[in-house]
């Protein structure tokens, strides 16, 4: 299976931060990523596929970059409505495994 | 677009089986435009892939938990279910059914069920 390593674990930041969360392939997965965003007692919800390609309705202040074994997602100014816990996911492979996330508190 | 309703027992007794439907709406369960699958999560942890199940009846379980599990669609009532078998508290998690377009070459979950907490407990 592709481990998938996400760092940090937990962040605080404030709002109108810039947040920058990484997430690392055990292998190359070339661009089959996805980036997720959960909040408390809610399912996760898609926020980017194919590494950097935004799911429709998301804002745009969410950017994905990253191809081969090395990716990242970025907030460019952190909004209230962003603290929540962030999973990185790869569908290169079957089964397809997730990053053990990070969770993005208030500073 | 879709919507997905887990349903089922919440409380498991230890070594029995585990299971659970979903109830899907917006959509068909015999269309060929979507996957169907299950993934978990355990308290205040991450997320687990469980299986998918797609057109024609094709399933893919996790190594993890093959010898265990089962997934398949009633077409007559437009639901997914999942079986898990000899069951461990290990087992204890939130449950999501989970679903996603065939038609795009990046695999992804565009639609999730609201999840439902079933606990193992002898």
Known sequence: DIQMTQSPSSLSASIGDRVTITCRASQSITTYLNWYQQKPGKAPNLLIFA????????????????????????????????????????????????GGGTKVEFK | QLQLQESGPRLVKTSETLSLTCTVSGGS??????????????????????GNIYYGGNTYYNASLRSRVTISVDTSANQVSLKLSSVTAADTAVYYCASGDTGTVYSRIDYWGQGSLVTVSS
């Open chain 1, 51 to 98: 590494a950097s390609t935004l799911q429709s309705g998301v804002p745009s202040r969410f950017s994905g970059s990253g191809s081969g074994t090395d990716f990242t997602l970025t907030i460019s100014s952190l909004k209230p409505e962003d603290f929540a816990t962030y999973y990185c996911q790869q569908t290169y492979s079957t089964p397809p495994t997730f």
């Open chain 2, 29 to 50: 369960v015999s269309s060929s435009g979507y996957y169907w699958g299950w993934i978990r999560q355990p308290p205040g942890k991450g997320l687990e892939w469980i």
